[in-house]
C-alpha cells in the first residue's frame, strides 16, 4: 500500500459543486501538504498544516479550504468549484525539522480534477 | 523570497545519449535543493538532494547533480539516458532543518522540464 493515499485519483464535476479531496498518510509524519500542479507553471503550495491544530495557507489558497481530521488525515474542499480550478492536485507529508531530518516532501499519486 | 527557475520546459534526447537539465534558485542563504521526477500518471519521486558537502551528488536511477554556489546553480546529469527515463522532471529549494520550524518542508518548485527519450 501506498505510504501517501489520495482519494479520488479522477474526478469531474460542475461549475459550482462542492467537492472535497482526501489524503490520508501512513508514514507518521506531523507536517502535510496540498499542492496544486498546472502545466508550465510546476506546483504549487495551497494549504499546509504542521499538525493537527496548525492549519496554514500557502500561495494559492482562495477557493480552497482545509481540514486536517487526524494526524493521518488531511482534506482540500472546494465549496463552489470553477473550470480554472482544473488541475492536478497532489497531497504531501514532511518530517519535522529535527537533526537528520530528510526535509523531503513523500507525495500522494495525485488527484485530477475536471471542472465543467 | 526564494524562487527556481527551470530554463527548458522540453528536452528531447536520444536514447544513450548524456543529459543535462538545468536549474537556477534565488535563495537568501545555503538552500535545501532537490530534484524530483514525475512519471506520467504518478506522483512526485524524489531522485536526489542537498543541503551541505560535496557539492556533486548521487541519486537513484544513474543521476547525479552539482551544487554550484557562484552560479546559483544545481544542474541535474545522466551520462547515458534510457528510454524509461522519459518524465517530467522538477527542481525544488527549501529550508534545511535548523533553518527554524516555520519554512520547514515548503518547498518552492520550478515550472518542470518534461524529458522526451528517442529510440
Redesign the interface.
Known amino acids: 500500500d501506498a505510504d501517501?493515499t489520495q482519494t479520488p485519483r479522477n474526478r469531474i464535476t460542475k461549475t459550482g459543486k462542492r467537492i472535497m479531496l482526501e489524503c490520508s498518510q501512513t508514514k507518521g509524519h506531523d507536517?502535510m501538504?496540498w499542492?496544486r500542479q498546472d502545466p508550465?507553471?510546476?506546483?504549487?503550495?495551497i494549504y499546509?498544516s504542521?499538525d493537527v491544530k496548525d492549519i496554514n495557507k500557502?500561495e494559492i489558497s482562495d477557493g480552497y479550504s482545509v481540514s486536517r481530521q487526524a494526524q493521518a488525515k488531511f482534506s482540500l474542499s472546494l465549496e463552489s468549484a470553477i473550470p480554472n480550478q482544473t488541475a492536478l492536485y497532489?497531497c504531501a507529508t514532511?518530517?519535522?525539522?529535527?537533526?537528520?531530518?530528510?526535509?523531503?516532501?513523500f507525495?500522494?499519486?495525485?488527484s485530477r480534477l475536471t471542472v465543467l | 523570497a526564494q524562487s527556481v527557475t527551470q530554463p527548458d520546459i522540453h528536452i528531447t534526447v536520444s536514447e544513450g545519449a548524456s543529459l543535462e537539465l538545468r536549474c537556477n534558485y534565488s535563495y537568501g542563504a545555503t538552500p535545501y535543493l532537490f530534484w524530483y521526477v514525475q512519471s506520467p500518471g504518478q506522483g512526485l519521486q524524489l531522485l536526489l538532494k542537498y543541503f551541505s558537502g560535496d557539492t556533486l551528488v548521487q541519486g537513484i536511477k544513474g543521476f547525479e547533480a552539482e551544487f554550484k554556489r557562484s552560479q546559483s546553480s544545481f544542474n541535474l546529469r545522466k551520462p547515458s539516458v534510457h528510454w524509461s527515463d522519459a518524465a517530467e522532471y522538477f527542481c525544488a529549494v527549501g529550508d534545511p532543518p535548523h533553518a527554524g520550524g516555520t519554512s520547514y518542508g515548503k518547498l518552492t518548485f520550478g515550472q518542470g522540464t518534461i524529458l522526451t527519450v528517442h529510440p
Not at chain 1, 508550465?40 to 503550495?45: A, F, I, S, V
Not at chain 1, 518530517?95 to 523531503?104: A, F, K, L, N, V
Not at chain 1, 507525495?107 to 495525485?110: A, H, I, R, V
Open positions: 501517501v507536517r501538504y499542492y508550465g507553471l510546476g506546483l504549487r503550495l499546509y504542521f500557502g497532489f514532511s518530517d519535522r525539522p529535527r537533526t537528520g531530518g530528510s526535509g523531503e516532501l507525495f500522494g499519486e495525485g
